[in-house]
């Protein structure tokens, strides 16, 4: 089994990093957008850029599908179900179908819509990409980790680190993935929750205070919800994802963040909503995620 062409639906950061890199190693017949009529023909208008290159990406609509050796879902959570629909006639029998979602729901949205057997579960971390309109720019690519959920390294898993291999993108095969996402959940829904609430740049949580203390607590919330699924997220966990944002740029902004001072709707159901929902069927209260959830909501309402 061997990846050969590439299709990509999502043209936000994640999308438009992963596209020309991969387009750039593979060449542009290999790689292409998917993307509905109305889109396509708007995205085709307009050019796009990546730290300053023309991307030159080619874009094929459902009524041009061919199976793709790998799908890889690159859009918003709110356009998830949706990008399932448009993607379908690009799913053959052999098509491996990944997702480079925030949150621990879409790789099963992606196996009720197109059987388990198609889909790589993955993690990306470390990139620092930030999109304004058509220009994306970014210093650090991070790195993807995929594996399968079950923990075994088969032919599927083969096929796609070879992949990676072959185009120089660093990764990881973590022996446990599910955690890896458990534990990205548990980052993002503190740092990015909290800087979109105070719409403030990482500074705000790097310094001791209401934000950084809120974070915290609201990242050991996901660890109680966590532990109801036999996943194990300690101390030692919040202390290494607490440490790595004090790294980051103080000046820089959540991707949450960015969403809200644009008056974007955020990802806020895939996080506090995800863990809220959890918590009530565990039967247990998160009351920080609460506040986030409610302030978030009334961010949305208020554009």
Same mark, same amino acid.
């Given at each position: ?61 459902? +009524? %041009?599908? /061919? ?6 879902? &690159?859009? !918003?959570?709110? =356009? ?126 790097? +310094? %001791?205070? /209401? ?6 607590? &609201?990242? !050991?919330?996901? =660890? ?80």
């Amino acid at each position: 089994m061997e990846i050969k062409t590439i299709g990509i639906i999502g043209r936000g950061a994640l999308g438009i990093m992963y596209g020309k890199y991969l387009a750039d190693r593979l060449g542009s017949g290999a790689v292409f957008f998917i993307a509905d009529e109305e889109r396509a023909a708007r995205y085709r208008a307009e050019e796009t850029f990546c730290n300053g290159e023309p991307c030159g990406f080619v874009y094929r609509t459902p +009524k %041009e599908a /061919e199976p793709v050796d790998l799908l890889v879902f &690159a859009v !918003k959570a709110t =356009g998830l179900e949706r990008a399932i629909g448009t993607a379908r006639p690009f799913v053959g029998e052999g098509t491996l179908v990944l997702s480079v979602l925030n949150g621990i729901s879409s790789e099963q949205a992606l196996e009720e819509a197109y059987g388990a057997r198609h889909v790589i579960y993955a993690c990306v971390q470390g990139m620092d990409a930030v999109k304004e309109k058509n220009r994306l720019t970014y210093w650090h690519m991070g790195y993807i980790a995929v594996g399968n959920k079950n923990g075994e390294r088969d032919e599927r898993l083969t096929a796609v680190t070879d992949l990676l291999d072959r185009t120089g993108l660093e990764y990881k095969v973590p022996d446990d993935i599910i955690r890896m996402q458990w534990g990205k959940l548990m980052l993002n829904t503190g740092v990015n929750q909290v800087t979109a609430v105070y719409r403030a740049p990482y500074g705000k949580v790097q +310094k %001791e205070g /209401e934000a950084r203390a809120m974070m915290i607590e &609201a990242m !050991k919330e996901v =660890g109680r919800v966590a532990k109801t699924c036999d996943i194990e997220l300690t101390d030692e966990d919040i202390a290494y994802w607490v440490s790595l944002i004090d790294t980051l740029d103080p000046e820089g902004y959540t991707s949450m963040c960015q969403d809200v001072l644009a008056g974007r709707p955020t990802e806020v159901e895939l996080f506090a909503g995800t863990m809220l929902r959890m918590a009530r069927e565990a039967g247990i209260s998160l009351p920080v995620n609460e506040f986030l959830y409610e302030s978030l909501k009334l961010e949305e309402k208020a554009e």
